[in-house]
């Protein structure tokens, strides 16, 4: 049987032994094989410890291994073969394709980690040369960036495997140099354990120093606990709900030396629809929207979880083509059974709330922990004193809001709290509008978008999925796309440090041929 | 009389009217004319909320309006004449010349960041174009950075210009495109007037939005509380103690949407001797060595309050020149009574510790706040096992440990907190022990220093005033140098947006003419 139940301790592929845990078929609603051993205290300790190990190893290897490594890592991935698409479609109740297309993703994301680090502009590598005849002189300063030390990861349980245990996380916290302790998502063990021993070979392979990645088992928050807590983790990646990201900041903050969390939390993706561009496909919108709404059941962190518009003709008939195509969608099995309850109470303590009526519900649900799609329509004053209107429901629900006038709208928009997009429906007769929100827009949210929808999310340079609290723990940062490898990453100045102790980055010659910054200009390599 | 006891709130002067405090003379020990009106809890929101209507207007100016605010507000900083040198002398008992250097580095500062303003690197601007014929296409997406909002700024009590009203953190902000918000020092109320009014008058003379920036009077924390519990409040710059960092940093966390705070708080600045250093020269580095010690009293955050050597002659002739040249040192006046109380108290507290002897002290100490410097001496043994050892003592205090070998060197240095530098002095003769150490120091300190003296920041491209906790509570920056304006800033992604809508960082003709992230690839402009 190819998934063991097993854990990654540095090399060593182990059984915790502190009691056991299964993976569950959210579709069957059937716990799985083979029963997976829980980590010991000691475990944690000896995964951290061997990432602190590692840590001054890894991080001074030269770049191209660094990438290489990375690649290699998205190779054995790719190696696992139809085993892990069946394992994650079986543990998550995500279909085939889609697995398929996030395994393809998945590994990109690692590719083009491996190109930021040979580019290395990560390393912001800066030069003020000495001025001995200056009065005072000035003493010879360079700098550049080097990894936090080991990164502590926790999954998320709507990407088995573009978020989770060789995600973006561990993609740019490997590219940065930093050692990176999993903890593995309860609600996808097998396909952890699959993807962790593809990234344990990838790192034989490539004769990674030992620690440069464990993944752990843990039940509850006992072992994440342990983990953000210990002395050798230097900063946290998560993504998941909005009480278990805080429960790690109030950890991380409690530490004798606090540490960075960058926590991917909550967020409701408000969906503007202004007037022309009502007046132009009101129903093509409408359609676009529930498509969107219910892509994946509802489980994407951008989910368009909030409509707003000006009330009229427009907004009516969005909302009915809206509510026409949700009543197509067949119902859809969630993540977990304890996703699917949450759902189910969130939407119905919804459908008790003063001032609010539903608009329509998708396909009956069947077995498991299938969803029924949900949409609700209220007006402004209504939202604006109903604070349980803006937290988050995970899962395919969505709520219209209604403004009388263009103040109303701008009103509803100031008084959000931070998201991770937010997207505008607009034609060139709504620019005075868009022009005003826009700039109002671009303080709630990471990114704005215009006449699309906000799920997908591109892996590229100028990505930014982040956003201002309680979208993530750190408005300044972006989990995914290139930058996100900033997080993990400290400036450290040297002055008069002797040329031959100097790192390659910062020496006159540039070994690593990086464009860097020489007296405020950037230069490119001679 | 030209100091009147104000504060400023948007574009008035006003005298507080919560009771009132006075600047104390610490030479003298004589409470200061005039009165200064305290900030009642109206007067915090009065100021916050300017700044926030400012905000969008300040954010959205040409870079080069905000270039040149600041240069006017260094024009206007230097039309203060003698008046303003005069009176920081009296608030501090920093000598004349000292100030006149620093204020000739606040304005150099100021400018340095219309510099990078100008140059716009900051924004980081990233495009990568859509691929309509890709499967699935990818969306036109753009990347800039924008300012966070309103930042509250606590100055120094050591830096009455270059870290108060318009130093680094007011210059950052600013440059940023923050309006600031400024608790100002209550050791050094009539300079942070007399400067405030100074960035008053730029402000109005280069037509900037009221609230771009203010200045409140507070005793105590409860004005400053208030300010980072304020909800137009984004960010927070500190300079001070370990104690009153922490606390802003709680409040902070604590608020309904938590915001980071930068604060520079404690460091000891470890100073290395390493063999064949003081093998070329003992006398000479033990000598450089009390006089950046001495320096300012001591009172520098970089301020070597920790040597480690290895026992033996060589440390034995440092450790007597320098007690020698320390003995030779008059005692100085510092900066406050509350200041001049902790040093004598910390020093009283470190006589008591068994294993530890005093080497040698200072001259004297004569009428008022004056202290007296003190060397001691350890083994890395007591010091290790002593957690009071490690604490800073703000002023001219200084502790050397003898280590008995490099590993009891190596053991010392790992057992350090997070420092703003460490020195290392050395010559070829210790290169082996200067590799071995170089990669600790690293993740240590945020500048680590050759055969120089750590007192003395070049403000420039490649300093890092930062360093791991408690040195700052966030290691990821500086709050010297140009890169202090990234705490100050957050990444927008803007995905199809219509090109009459995108901002000019972003536009196909780059009109402000920066250099741009281009599908991965830095471009120039064209």
Known sequence: MPVKGEMIIGRRAV??????????????????EPAFGLATTADVDAACTLAEQAFDTYRNLQPER???????????????GPLLIE???????LPVARLEGERARTCNQLRLFAGVVRAGHFMAATLDPALPQRIPPRPDLRMRRIPLGPVA??????????????GGDTASALAAGCPVVVKAHGAHLGTAELVGKAVLEAAIACDMPEGVFSMLIGEGRQAGQALVAHPAIKAVGFTGSRQGGMALVQTANAR?????????????????????ALARDAAGIGRGFVDSLTMGVGQFCTNPGLVIGLAGAGLDAFRDAAGEALRTKAAGTMLTAGIHKAYAGAVGKRNGIAGVRLVAQGGETGQGCAARAALYETDAATFLTSPDLEEEIFGPASLVVACRDEADLLAVTRHLEGQLTATV????DDRELAATLLPVLE?????VLFNGYPTGVEVCHAMVHGGPFPATS????????????????RPVCYQDVPIDLLPEALRDDNPLGLVRMVDGQLRAPQ
Do not use: Q, W
Request: glycine share 8%; charged share 20%; aromatic share 8%.
């Open 443 to 447: 303080r709630k949210a990471g990114r």
């Open 474 to 489: 750190d408005a300044r940062t972006t989990s995914v796309g290139a930058t996100a490898i900033e997080r993990f990453l």
């Open 66 to 80: 660094r990438a290489r490594f990375l690649e290699t890592i998205a190779d054995h991935i790719m190696a696992t």
């Open 15 to 32: 059984r915790g032994s502190a009691g056991t845990v299964r993976a569950f078929n959210p579709a069957t609603c059937a716990a799985m």
């Open 425 to 428: 429906h607009a034609t060139g």
């Open 153 to 166: 990861v926790f999954g998320a349980s709507n990407f088995p495997l573009a978020f989770s245990v060789a």
């Open 256 to 276: 004798k030396e606090p540490i960075p969390v960058y926590a991917e939390m909550s967020s409701i993706n408000p969906f503007y629809v202004l007037p022309g």
């Open 87 to 93: 394992r994650a479609h079986d543990e998550s109740g």
